[in-house]
């Protein structure tokens, strides 16, 4: 496992996070499990949100927190929130009691880091402001970002918010990857070269943000994994070519395919198989080359001018 400083300062975290949507209904044994597992593995960071399971996913790893108390100096735990139903909502008392209610959850006093779900179209920054520093100074949160967040966004709220907006969470895989080939295509009339979020990748690497790519093995919205679908026959067998070459599995490729970008972005990954969590562990490893890196972008259906 690689290991990036997204902080600002010497603190190292794995470069693949593990995202912990779906472990609502595991048992006390099972999270036990999933959290050595991943320790093992070199994976120390968890990315929650406070609608996961309708908060269940928080209270599960709580309780797994509560049995294994000293497991919480060894990771870092990151939530999400402003996703109500039917609106979102950055006021500021929502903010607070939506990290409050995260903390009751999860059994802590504080979280690493918080990030702002979805874009509030009713956005106060200076509410925002006056949460993070509230949330800051008690202790509850040591650093912020956002998730699926504009760079026209992300500005507004620096207009107000004093810390250093760290991370943006954003879908990105090898089959959701116009925020690469766009530019691949610049002032090309085609539709790889429109550009749906003002450059989001140039904007972040220049601004010192990791970028979290969400959902790095789905196709579409929530369509499923391309790694299982007819669609992508030939992309899931030139991966699992190159996956025997580099000594790795389909969906190992599929992440060291995305952790070659020079970026250094940290894949959420969904997953709670022992295996593809091995997997995806050891695909930040992985040296791919350039050749390999556009076989595998071009098999995907993207084109070069």
């Known amino acids: 496992m690689k ?4 902080f600002g300062d010497n603190t190292e975290v794995s470069q693949v996070a593990l995202g912990c949507m779906r472990i609502a209904d595991k048992s006390d044994k099972e999270m036990d499990f999933y959290l050595n597992n991943a320790l093992e593995n070199g994976i120390n960071y968890f990315d929650h949100a406070d609608i996961y399971g309708g908060g269940r996913c928080e209270e599960v790893f709580g309780k797994a927190l509560k049995r294994n108390p000293d497991l919480r100096y060894k990771i870092f735990i990151q939530t999400k929130c402003s996703i109500k139903k039917g609106m979102y909502d950055f006021s500021k008392e929502h903010i607070i009691s939506a990290v409050e209610g995260s903390l009751k959850r999860l059994g802590v006093d504080g979280v690493d880091t918080l990030l702002l779900h979805r874009p509030d179209l009713l956005m106060e920054p200076e ?11 008690s202790g509850k949160v040591k650093h912020f970002g956002v998730s699926n967040h504009s760079p026209l966004q992300i500005e507004l709220l620096k207009r107000s918010v004093k810390q250093p907006l760290l991370f943006n969470q954003m879908q ?3 089959t959701n990857a ?4 766009s530019g691949a295509n610049v002032n090309l009339a085609n539709s790889d070269g429109i550009n749906y979020d003002g450059y989001l990748r140039d904007y972040c690497r220049l601004n010192g943000i ?5 959902s790095p093995l789905q196709f579409g919205f929530i369509e499923g994994s391309f790694l299982t679908n007819k669609k992508y026959k030939g992309l899931h067998k030139l991966l699992c070519e190159l996956a025997e070459k580099y000594g ?35 695909a930040a490893d992985i ?14 259906g993207y084109r070069l001018p």
């Open 3 to 6: 290991y990036i400083k997204p």
């Open 127 to 137: 509410e925002v402001a006056e949460a993070f520093d509230e949330l800051e100074k």
């Open 172 to 174: 990105l895989s090898i």
């Open 178 to 181: 116009n925020m690469l080939s």
């Open 210 to 214: 990791t970028v979290q790519p969400w």
């Open 248 to 282: 790795t599995t389909d969906t190992g490729m599929a992440i060291a395919w995305l952790l070659r970008l020079p970026d250094k972005m940290q894949p959420v990954v969904g997953s709670t198989n022992p295996e593809r969590i091995k997997a995806v562990a050891k």
């Open 287 to 300: 040296n791919l080359s350039r050749e390999d890196w556009y076989r595998i972008y071009l098999e995907a």
